[in-house]
């Protein structure tokens, strides 16, 4: 028996889809037998399992453990949580991979699957074979095992073993997803006073999106931060593997700057160590990590790509504008916003300083969120190589790890081609208003060279 994914699905960092169009129970089956498959073939045999607070997430649960099952491998269910859960139960138990069935933050009628095998992020080229190996038919067979395991608490316990941190007065915004139940576990086992919005798990999303990049969806969090005087908020993302912080005025701390903050304090410990940010990452973050003494190493964007090369060269933190954060000094490596979130409340003592006084010291850039706007997949990444000749013959040096990256006199700004989506991806950064005026008019000049306009409605 063979099963064909619907190809839009198979992304670079996990398998998405929009439940009964592109992704069914079917598809869940196939991916549990196939990697299930894969995970015995390297001589593996009990995978973890998980699954988000979606409506779908039950249905493709019990599909993805049949599947399993019936390649002779066995699932060891921990049932509903975030996907950082997930990757805590696949490192700490007698496991050999482990799978979230998770939407992430994408629509409510989205759902999908993040991968783990061996401790080790599985994405790209793995997930192309898992597919081929799904289209060919070629699973194993037998009778795997069913185990339930009880672990939520142990995590938590996990996120505050060794806590050095003060006492702060914090809102916590878990957005209706997964990571609700955690957050009012976590809560409890923490100084000071806490706050919480929408910690109910409800698949439909009722207040806001549960998106923390999107300033809108930190609204709530805001007004509860500045009605009760708090010190500082932190909000997730459906799944929990991304975390966005607002200061005690209400003012968004993103990813990148988290990621400044959370440098000083490893780099402390962690003289001259490598931090990697990804390409959409501000300047000042990478300008930061050397003024403390640390090297930034900049990488491509792709929460699995960074996880991947921080285990590569052993570097004990890493993290995107997105606000995955990970760490690997004292941690495991892998992006979980809840214990980000914690090494906040803790490193917060050690500096000495409030989140407002943090955010005070930072530069005031003026720059673009993601611009994200669709082009054809068959144009997108030809435009990216078009733009990338011109700058060469114009003699302009181009950073090219993860598509364009340039620098002028007034900033950088990036163009890249998204790897999960038919878009292509625009940032740029400056010192005011005005040089960013400029750089923006470059890359829609650079773009219409190419015969691509950028809509308004994408940013203006």
Same mark, same amino acid.
């Given at each position: 028996m063979a099963h064909r994914f619907h190809p839009t699905i198979l992304r670079?960092?996990?398998?998405?889809?929009?439940?009964?169009?592109?992704?069914?129970?079917?598809d869940g089956y196939a991916l549990g037998r196939s990697f299930g498959t894969i995970v015995r073939q390297s001589g593996g045999s009990r995978v973890a399992v998980g699954y988000d607070g979606r409506l779908s997430s039950p249905a493709l649960e019990e599909a993805v453990v049949k599947g399993l099952q019936d390649s002779g491998t066995d699932a060891v269910r921990i049932g509903i949580g975030p996907t950082p859960m997930l990757y805590y139960a696949e490192a700490v138990l007698d496991v050999d991979g482990g799978i979230q069935i998770t939407g992430s933050h994408n629509p409510a009628d989205h759902n999908g699957f993040k991968l783990v095998l061996q401790h080790?992020?599985?994405f790209g080229e793995a997930i192309a074979n898992l597919s081929a190996m799904a289209a060919a038919g070629g699973w194993s067979e037998g009778a795997g095992k069913v185990e339930t395991v009880a672990i939520m608490d142990r995590y938590v316990a996990r996120l505050v073993e060794g806590f050095d941190g003060a006492a702060?007065?914090?809102?916590?915004?878990?957005?209706?997803?997964?990571?609700?139940?955690?957050?009012?576990?976590?809560?409890k086992l923490l100084p000071g006073e806490h706050h919480v919005l929408f910690t109910q798990i409800d698949g439909h999303f009722p207040h806001h999106h549960p998106d923390p990049t999107v300033e809108k969806n930190l609204a709530d969090l805001k007004a509860l931060v500045l009605s009760k005087k708090l010190d500082f908020g932190v909000a997730f993302d459906g799944d929990g593997d991304r975390i966005g912080v607002v200061d005690g005025k209400g003012r968004v701390i993103w990813g990148d700057q988290l990621l400044g903050i959370f440098a000083e304090l490893v780099l402390k410990d962690r003289p001259d160590a490598?931090?990697?940010?990804?390409?959409?990452?501000s300047q000042a973050l990478f300008d930061r990590i050397s003024a403390l003494g640390g090297r930034p190493l900049m990488w491509k964007t792709g929460h699995s790509l960074i996880k991947s090369k921080m285990k590569e060269i052993a570097a004990p933190l890493g993290g995107e504008m997105t606000g995955h954060i990970c760490f690997a000094d004292d941690y495991y490596g892998f992006d979980d916003a809840l214990y980000a979130a914690v090494r906040?409340?803790?490193?917060?003592?050690?500096?000495?300083?409030?989140? @407002? =006084?943090?955010?005070?010291?930072?530069?005031?850039?003026? %720059? /673009?969120?993601?611009?994200?706007?669709?082009?054809? &997949?068959?144009?997108?990444?030809?435009?990216?190589?078009?733009?990338?000749?011109?700058?060469?013959?114009?003699?302009?040096?181009?950073?090219e790890t993860d598509g364009l990256r340039v620098? @002028? =006199?007034?900033?950088?700004?990036?163009?890249?081609?998204? %790897? /999960?989506?038919?878009?292509?991806?625009?940032?740029? &950064?400056?010192?005011?208003?005005?040089?960013?005026?400029?750089?923006?008019?470059?890359?829609?000049?650079?773009l219409a060279d190419s015969g691509v306009i950028r809509p308004a409605t994408a940013y203006s």
């Open positions: 670079e960092y996990d398998i998405r889809g929009v439940v009964g169009r592109t992704l069914t129970e079917a080790n992020a599985f702060w007065r914090i809102g916590w915004d878990a957005g209706n997803g997964a990571a609700g139940p955690v957050v009012d576990k976590l809560v490598v931090i990697i940010g990804d390409v959409k990452a906040l409340i803790r490193g917060l003592t050690r500096l000495g300083r409030s989140v @407002t =006084a943090l955010r005070e010291e930072m530069p005031d850039m003026a %720059n /673009t969120p993601e611009i994200r706007f669709p082009v054809e &997949e068959s144009r997108k990444f030809a435009v990216i190589e078009e733009v990338r000749v011109r700058l060469h013959e114009a003699g302009v040096e181009v950073d620098r @002028t =006199a007034d900033g950088w700004w990036l163009l890249r081609a998204s %790897n /999960t989506q038919d878009v292509l991806v625009v940032r740029a &950064e400056a010192s005011d208003k005005q040089g960013l005026a400029q750089l923006i008019a470059e890359i829609d000049s650079h």
